[in-house]
């Protein structure tokens, strides 16, 4: 079964940093990895995401978080990782990790991936 375990939200003050983890269990591999975010009453929206292929990996970024967030991975820990820095108060909203074991399109569309985790919530106060 797989699952996907997001930690490392919490409350800062806009211009603070956040890491967020996602830890994955249950299968072997993913070719596309993404964060999403959620703010209440709004669309779920796609933040970063990256496409895993041999030999080669694609990193995208929504225009909001370019230059601000930076999404990687550790294939040995089996784990995905956002770095958010210069945190500003849009920011705040609840975080998903999500994952496909196939590239099945747009790393920015929530039905592109199969799984996803519970969230974890980030608050940005100014």
């Known amino acids: 079964q797989v699952q996907l375990e997001e930690s490392g939200g919490g409350s800062v003050q806009a211009g603070e940093s956040l890491r967020l983890s996602c830890a994955a269990s249950g299968y072997s591999s993913s070719r596309m990895m993404a964060w999403f975010r959620q703010a209440p009453g709004k669309e779920r929206e796609g933040v970063a995401g990256?496409?895993?292929?041999?030999?080669?990996?694609?990193?995208y970024y929504s225009v909001s978080a370019k230059g601000r967030f930076t999404i990687s991975q550790d294939n040995a820990k089996n784990t995905l990782y956002l770095q958010m820095n210069t945190l500003k108060p849009e920011d705040t909203a609840m975080y998903y990790c999500?994952?496909?074991?196939?590239?099945?399109?747009?790393?920015?569309?929530?039905?592109?991936?199969?799984?996803w985790g519970r969230g974890t919530q980030v608050t940005v106060s100014s």
């Open positions: 990256i496409k895993i292929y041999t030999g080669s990996k694609y990193i």
């Open positions: 999500a994952a496909n074991e196939r590239d099945s399109g747009d790393w920015y569309r929530p039905e592109s991936f199969a799984y």
